[in-house]
């Protein structure tokens, strides 16, 4: 693999995005002794040299890359080599995940304590749950290159019941998943236009999926928080896909229809 310039120095700085690091010699030289010092990383590291290049890794580093007269030696001891995209793609399988645990916990409640008043930002878990439903149809819409805009919010509350409103959020869902499963890595800058009503709004894709993921969060925290207060136990969402708790949601997944591999694999 030749890097066409000796300043560029590609590494792995950051989750979600490939970035570009300009230094000198001496600076990389220093740096490469404290990665080699460093004990084995994840999967979170990337061949971010191979993305930029549009290139597919096809095995973990090192490598030694040429750049005119000098060589740089670029260590990485991922154990799995992953693109940008996969950040959000596990995000968007995670918050799928997360609506299937809380709803179905929710399905247990009487329509009277679905229905009751609540503190919160909105007074009820049906107004809580419906608020991330119609919100997510809205986003989802625009990445999918729609207009469905302010109609999203039309009705408030589209779902009566905690039933209707789970077969409407796993669609939804899905819909998210599948914008996701599209992207490449040069798809992460693509511009979205969003209609608002009265003017359209711009964002680039993975600045309105990191904002969608963080609206789904905090709101369903607000549910479950409205949850406790109910005699249905309010499940654990508090956690990511970690390894080790493989089989705390392997009964979940094999209802979504999901492995792991569904996640990870690419």
Known sequence: MTIPCQCQVFRAISLNLPQIAHVENNEFRNQRRQDAARPPRTWFDANIAANMLGEAASAPGPWVC??????FRV?????VLMDAVLPYRAMAYNNG???HRLLAACVRLSQAD???PRTGFFPSLRATLNHILIIDRFYVDAMEGGTL?????????PCETAIMLRNAQSEVDRRLIAVVERL???DLNRVVDIHRGDRIQ???IDRLLLHLFQHQIHHRGQAHAMLSATEVRPPQLDEFFAEGET???ATEFAELGWTEDTVWAR
């Open 247 to 249: 089989p705390l949601r």
């Open 66 to 71: 040429s750049a005119g007269t000098e060589e």
């Open 149 to 157: 805009g302010p109609a999203a919010w039309a009705d408030q509350e």
């Open 75 to 79: 260590i990485w001891t991922a154990e």
């Open 114 to 116: 679905f229905v009751a």
């Open 184 to 186: 490449g890595v040069a």
């Open 97 to 99: 995940w997360a609506n």
């Open 202 to 204: 711009r964002e680039r």
